[in-house]
């Protein structure tokens, strides 16, 4: 892995030095090359000492790419408000304006690119839970292994400044890329010992469910997403890599996901693509409307007819459906949306499922239908603003970067972003699950508290909890 002065990524790197020293300002340096297959996990789990609290990890349903990061050259962090989006998009654009990239080029998912999220409501903020995270957080990793179609490339980059020397930052990442390459190991899948299930006032959560419809019957609310949070204890600090090993065995079929601030880390097996930008095609999901896995195959079918006949379920659904193709509509030329729906069955949970695909002009970015399609009707509600107004007034849950976008963006302007959900935040030695559900007019608070306990079980499973029947 270590880099020798007589190549092109040294005089790269002189030559991003030279340029911070004549611009006075950061220069972002990249150099990509193929390496051996590494095991993703091994190499996050590598950075479990030097890098605890800069770490992310990312795998797509298809297992075509997988990222792991280590290490933070830049973070991004803007203001809370409605330009968020943008601005986060602004200061990885001007990132890469001056950018130096040697190497192996023009692969997805490699070289200079930004990994992080947002919270579901940057009006509401003011939550010690997620005091590590902000409204939004962005950085770019110092070292990235990506599995790209079965090729691994490990990604090195340095932002330079005028005041730095290219000897120097070259015995830097010698120093590190060695320290890492004696750190693999491989990882074991171990369940951690749990001490007990905390739930802040169930039947405070129901009334809230029966306020919800009670509204919806005498205002122009057709829906709202309404969440809770279940607190898992643990005897011991509990280790995140365990938890994505189990999350890829018994997940298979979800994006898994991780993103380290300092001691705390949000984790996850969403089934939910937000958006995914391969060159002009744009990719959604429409996931809305579910029910629990059946214990046998006959069982299963029929829950899984009942899904698709359910009134209550097509109807969440088709807001959904509606709103993702009125937002791409936007910005696609083509749009391809399927009439009825399909089920996506997962270890826990069966969903209805539309996949939405469409091709857009080449200066749309992956940020551009970000701010468009967040939050769906699946996350927020019908009418949007006056669903998230008033999840943000009743619901006690403080989301953060629950039920909300995270995911990647290269320098070629590929990127991918899922929706938060089937998560967790682990804060040392105990984790914050998150489940929530879509309540109509017609809903009960009793069948939506089943709702959310059935969604909990990924991450139970996963951490090792006590499962809800």
Known sequence: MAISHETEWFYGLQQAVQKAKQQKQKVLF????????????????????????????????EKELTIAGLGIVEKIQVKADAKRVRNIEANWTELQKNAVKVGVSGVVG???????????DYNKTDSL????FGDSLFYIPAFMLSIVKGQAYLTTNIVCTSEDEANLFIDLINERENDIRNRLTNVAVSVNEYVEQI???????????????????????????????????????????????????????????CLESAGDCFIGATPERLVKKHGNELFSACLAG??????????????EHELLHDQKNLLEHQ???????????????????????????????????TPVSGECDANVSIFDVIGKLHPTPAMGGLPTEQAVAWIRENEELERGFYASPIGWSDS????????????????????????????LEDSTPESEYEETGIKFNPMLSALGGNLHE
């Open 30 to 61: 990249s150099v990509v090359r193929e390496i051996d297959d590494l095991d993703p996990l091994s190499f996050y789990h590598a950075g479990r000492e030097r890098y605890a609290g800069e770490r992310f990890y990312w795998q797509d349903p």
């Open 110 to 120: 490699t070289g200079p690119l930004v990994f992080g999220g947002y919270s579901f």
């Open 129 to 132: 839970l997620w005091d590590q």
């Open 199 to 257: 739930e802040d006032n169930p039947e405070g959560w129901k009334k809230i469910v029966a306020e919800a419809v009670l509204h919806m019957k005498h205002s122009e609310l057709d829906k709202v997403v309404l969440a809770r949070e279940l607190r898992i204890v643990f005897k011991e600090r509990i280790e995140t890599v365990a938890v994505l090993r189990r999350l890829q065995k018994e997940q298979a079929g979800s994006f898994i996901f």
């Open 290 to 303: 579910s029910i629990a896995r059946g214990k046998d195959a006959k069982k299963d079918r029929k829950l």
């Open 319 to 353: 807001y959904v459906v509606s709103m993702i193709k009125d937002a791409l509509s936007l910005v696609c030329k083509k749009l391809d949306v399927p009439k009825d729906p399909t089920v996506m069955k997962n270890r826990h949970i069966q969903h209805l499922y």
């Open 412 to 439: 070629y302007g590929n990127g991918e972003f899922a929706v938060g959900i089937r998560s967790a935040l682990i804060q040392g030695n105990e984790a914050s699950l998150f489940a929530g559900c879509g309540v």
